[in-house]
């Protein structure tokens, strides 16, 4: 996603590991044993047999279980158990990875981003098709942090979970500020999307089912006040200018929905057009066989919380955002 404020993307990963970092004391783990663990920890980290490498990284855990210090080794056991097909060890420690995510962002954005990708295919292998999305989403956000494009790995899982209906619970938790994330980086990360067929803003049966479960969510006191940004994009093909015009329709349509449908009274629907200039996945040439499916992605409407007008947190300057969109004008 693209923002309009200078080097952004660093800014917002920069200002997520202030907000998640904290001091990693071994609270809960002698000062002896966490220098045995240490020292276990360390030789798995260059064992290069998996087995032993696996064995020695339980042996540092139970040792000194759950420590902020041995975060990226709780995914790279999680990765290990994945790899050898044990998918229940496998969640529990990527999991655990997660639960430190500002100790692994802050040693590796590829570790944290694998974290997460790894947790959406187990959840997506599991049913759990909510959760799988949002750990597919903060996979996707992260690789575009590290101004890499999103592989084909995220295409062929996101594309299994479709059909999925967003149901309101998961809505209202999903676009619910976190107080420990930054505004920006919410917006990238705590979003949610509906799709639409080429060239058209007509809504999809699938994305009226999306938008029934975002519009009964926004029905809660919660959000009242809230400003919803409601940004149109379109895939590569065509000119510029009509694409912005293709975006806008697009985010139109799904405001006018959600007010038509459910009445939203309490809740700032904001429109925006980025067309053609914020797609999910870029075309290249290496992979024009995979267009359809990344086109698919990129011809949608994006939905996330800017903040509250009475500044219970801080939010975005939302005017300034569309002012400064490349569809403005």
Not at 52 to 76: M, T
Not at 219 to 242: A, L, N
Request: hydrophobic share 40%.
């Amino acid at each position: 996603m693209r923002f309009p404020f200078g080097s952004l993307c660093v800014c917002a990963v920069l200002g997520i590991m202030l907000l998640w970092w904290s001091p990693l004391t071994h609270a809960g783990c002698s000062d002896e044993d966490y220098l045995k663990a240490e020292e276990i920890y360390q030789k798995a980290l260059k064992e290069p047999s998996p087995e032993n490498k696996i064995a020695q990284f339980e042996q540092a855990f139970q040792i000194c279980e759950s420590h902020g210090n041995f975060a990226v080794g709780y995914y790279l056991l999680g990765k290990l158990f994945y790899d050898s097909g044990q998918k229940e060890k496998a969640l529990k420690w990527l999991k655990e990875a997660n639960r430190f995510r500002s100790a692994v962002l802050f040693e590796s954005v590829n570790d944290l981003a694998q974290t997460n990708l790894l947790l959406g295919k187990l959840f997506r292998d599991k049913g759990e098709a909510e959760k799988a999305l949002i750990h597919l989403n903060i996979y996707k956000a992260l690789t575009k942090v590290r101004n890499k494009s999103v592989d084909k790995d995220f295409i062929d899982n996101a594309e299994s979970l479709f059909a999925v209906v967003y149901a309101p619970s998961s809505v209202k938790a999903y676009l619910s500020p976190d107080a420990q994330v930054a505004p920006e980086y919410r917006a990238m990360v705590n979003r949610l999307e509906v799709y639409f067929d080429f060239a058209h803003s007509a809504l999809t049966d699938k994305a009226k089912e999306r938008l029934d479960g975002i519009g009964s969510a926004l029905q809660d006191k919660s959000f009242k006040g809230s400003s919803i940004v409601v940004e149109g994009h379109t895939d590569e093909v065509g000119g510029e200018r009509s694409n912005c015009r293709l975006g806008q329709r697009r985010a139109t349509a799904v405001i006018d929905y959600l007010n038509d449908r459910w009445g939203i009274k309490d809740v700032a629907l904001i429109p925006m057009s980025f067309g053609e200039s914020a797609p999910t996945m870029s075309r290249t040439e290496r992979d024009r066989k995979e267009w359809p499916r990344i086109d698919r992605f990129n011809r949608r409407v994006v939905i996330w919380n800017a903040g509250r007008k009475d500044g219970s947190f801080k939010d975005i300057d939302v005017r300034g955002l569309v002012s400064k969109s490349p569809c403005s004008d």
